[in-house]
Structure formats: C-alpha cells, structure tokens
C-alpha cells in the first residue's frame, strides 16, 4: 500500500486481530509462531479483547480493541490458552484444521465440543487438511472449505461462521468458495489494522497480526 494511501487507511477506527499458535516454553511441533506461557499472558492482560462478531459488526464501538484468534488447534490450545482466557475472561476463536482433531499434538474432539460449548470461544474453520489452498484443485479446495464447515458444525452443533486460510493463501477461487459455503469473513495474515475498508473490500481476507515471541514487543 502506497505511504499516503497507508495514512487515510490508518485515520479509520480499528480493531487488531491476532493470530496465536503454539502457547508454550519448550519444543513444539511447528517450531516457528511460538509465544512463551509468560509473554502470553503478559501480552494478553490489560488489553480489550472482543469476540469477532461482536468486534467486526461494529469496529467504531469496539475501537483500539483486539480480537484473539488461535489457529491449529495444537494442544496447548487447550492446555495454556483455554485456561488464560477463562480466568481473564477473554472471548477468542479457535481456528479448527478438522481433520487433525484426536491426532497426537493437537486437541481432541472432547475438547474441541468442551470449548465450543463456552461463551467465551467461538469456533472457526482452517479447512480439513491444513493443505495450502494453492496446491489444492478445485475438488480438493472445495472439500477444505465446504467439508471442514459441515464437520465441524456437526461435531459442536453450532454455526461455523468464520474461515482462516492455511498460512493465509487464498486465491480468487477460493474466496468465491468461503463465500459460497456461507461463512461470514475470511481471515488472512496481511498484518494490517482492520477497519471498515477492510470490511469494504476485504471481508474474506481479513488481516491479522502474528503473535510470537519475536513481534509480541511491537503489535
Ligand atoms: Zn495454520
């Protein structure tokens, strides 16, 4: 985005949306988007937190809040994450990969019904697979998209609204599909404020800051 065109996006109230993996202090299984137990909750508390259709249906209400977003459902969403945003009372989605539920490293559908089932935490779709969307073809697209919504929202009985793109890949194609299937928003990882332009232009391709250990100083 060109420096003048940043400066007049920047003057529209906002709401940062944050992407969290793994909570943890040792060896995870994605090596890379780790926060410490510590730098999570330090980062978390005294901040304004506000569940996505709550945040995205009226940014100039919710503005300078933040929307807490975990994607992979990697254990520790359950074990660390869960646990600090219950006691602080902190609404967050957590961006399923369905397919990977029960599998070692990663929450079970126990749990994933468990979390559904709290007011706080509001479930969203990362496909079936975690495949990138661009080395999928259409049949393989579609099945992220559409199958991911239909199993997750028979497992936890609920609507699945929301959609975050595998390491934020997403063509036309595949928002055309995210449309179709009837979520509300796609997620991205552009790390930009999120402000009715983006709602405007880029409701399924939202950006989102990425939490970890090397930016938790700077967003
Ligand atoms: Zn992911």
């Known amino acids: ?14 709401v940062n949306v944050i992407m969290a993996h793994h909570v943890c202090d ?39 809040s933040y929307i807490l977003t975990v994607d992979d459902a990697l254990d520790d969403l359950y074990t660390e994450i869960y646990p600090v945003c219950k006691a602080n009372g902190i609404p967050f989605t957590a961006f399923i990969s369905v397919d990977l539920i029960d599998k070692e ?12 089932g709290d007011p706080l935490v509001t479930i969203g779709s990362h496909g079936c697979t975690h495949i990138k969307l661009n080395e999928c073809d259409d049949d393989q697209a579609r099945y992220e998209i559409m199958e991911s919504k239909s199993k997750l929202e028979k497992t936890i009985g609920k609507e699945v609204l929301a959609y975050a793109y595998s390491n934020g890949v997403a063509s036309k194609r595949d928002i055309k599909l995210v449309k179709k299937a009837g979520y509300r928003y796609g997620f991205g990882v552009i790390p930009r ?18 939490l970890d250990n090397n930016t938790v100083q700077k967003i």
């Open 1 to 14: 985005m060109r420096s003048f065109l940043r400066k007049i996006y920047n003057k529209f109230k906002h």
């Open 26 to 64: 040792d060896e995870p299984i994605i090596p890379s988007c780790i926060i410490s137990k510590e730098g999570f909750r330090e980062y978390v508390s005294g901040k304004k937190f506000v569940s996505i259709d709550t945040a995205l249906r009226s940014i100039s209400k919710n503005n300078k």
């Open 105 to 116: 490293g990663y929450i079970t559908t126990e749990q994933l019904v468990e979390m559904a």
């Open 193 to 210: 404020k999120c402000n009715v332009i983006s709602l405007m232009f880029d409701r399924f391709l939202l950006p989102r800051y990425n």
